[in-house]
Each structure stands twice: as C-alpha cells, then as structure tokens.
C-alpha cells in the first residue's frame, strides 16, 4: 500500500509541471527572445545605413548620390533581406560647416542650391561638407502579439527607430566641362 501512495503523491505534480512550463515560456522566455532579436537587427541595420552613406559620399556628384537613395537601392534590399525591418523613408542632405566658426552651418536637399559663399572657394571657406542620411525604420521583435489593443514597442509591436549617419564628402573638385563645383551639382 505505501508504494501506491508515493505514486499518488508524486504524479500530482505533474498537471501543475505543465502549467508552469507554459508559463515560462509564455512569461520570460518569449519576451527575452524579443529582447535580443530587436537589438541584433537594430545593430545590422545601422550597420548597413552607415556604409550605404559612405558609398554616397564617394559618389561624384550630389544629384548622382540622390539618385542612388531610393526605396530599390541595394541598402533598402538588404534592410528588407534582414527580416523584421520596414523601411518607412529615407531623406538625404549635404551639409556645408565653416571651419573658421563651427557654428555657422548651412544645409541643402537638393542640388544646385549651395550658396557661392559656402563653396570651397566662397567667403566662409574652408568649410568641412558632410553628407547626412536619415532613414526611418519600423523593426519588430520575433514574435508579434496578434492583438492590436495590446502593442508594447519592443515585446509585442514594432519599435520605430530613425538610424542617422554622416560621412564627409569626398568630391570637392570641378566639373572640367561646366566649371561648377560636383557637391552643388
């Protein structure tokens, strides 16, 4: 008889086992899956902005570095081809910084608007040129919550991150044919 009650006794733990079991998957494994999924991507993902604006600021011209950022541009692609990041949208500049005073600083989107004054032979040169990508990103964790009253940036809704870097421009020099500066073309 004493052995049939410590079979009784011991196979009492084994409904409360899987509830546990459940609950620590469900709890603290699930959760802590999200949490070291979400920084990895974010690392690739700067990562891959910040060589996407190096390859840009050896481009030849400014329009030419403007074409190059485009939502099928190779750096997109391999945004998408890490899974779980959603580029919303990209915008780039060039921005002209007087050596003599660091805080005059003047900014152009679009080419062929540099003032004379901030061109390598204007009145507030030497000026230090940097091209600045912005790209606004969505990443989501592993797994997402299939309710949409219950988003938790990070746990179970996406987390949305603007990655920002600058590189220096390289091209400083001339058009032989029109005379005009390449970072004002």
């Known amino acids: ?14 409904t409360e086992f899987g ?7 469900g709890c603290i494994v699930l959760p802590l899956l999200n949490l070291a999924v979400v920084p990895l991507r974010f690392g690739l993902g700067k990562s891959i902005v910040a060589n996407e604006v190096r390859h840009l600021a050896q481009c030849e011209t400014f329009s030419e570095a403007r074409k190059g950022v ?57 000026c230090l040129y940097l091209l600045d990508l912005k790209v606004d990103v969505c990443i989501y964790p592993l797994i997402s919550s299939p309710y949409p009253h219950f988003r938790i940036p990070g746990l179970s809704g996406p987390i949305p991150i603007q990655f920002h870097e600058v590189s220096s421009w390289e091209n400083l020099g001339c058009d032989p044919v029109t005379g005009e500066y390449c970072l004002n073309q």
Request: proline share 6%.
């Open 19 to 25: 509830a546990a079991l459940w609950l620590l998957m």
């Open 70 to 126: 485009s939502t099928e541009s190779a750096a997109i692609t391999a945004l998408k081809n890490i899974g779980g990041i959603e580029v919303k949208s990209m915008h780039l500049s060039l921005y002209a910084e007087s050596e003599r005073d660091k805080t005059k600083v003047h900014s152009i989107d679009e080419p062929h608007k540099m003032p004379p004054t901030w061109l390598p032979n204007g009145m507030e040169s030497p």
């Open 1 to 14: 008889m004493k052995q049939v009650r410590q079979r009784d006794k011991g196979s009492a733990n084994i």
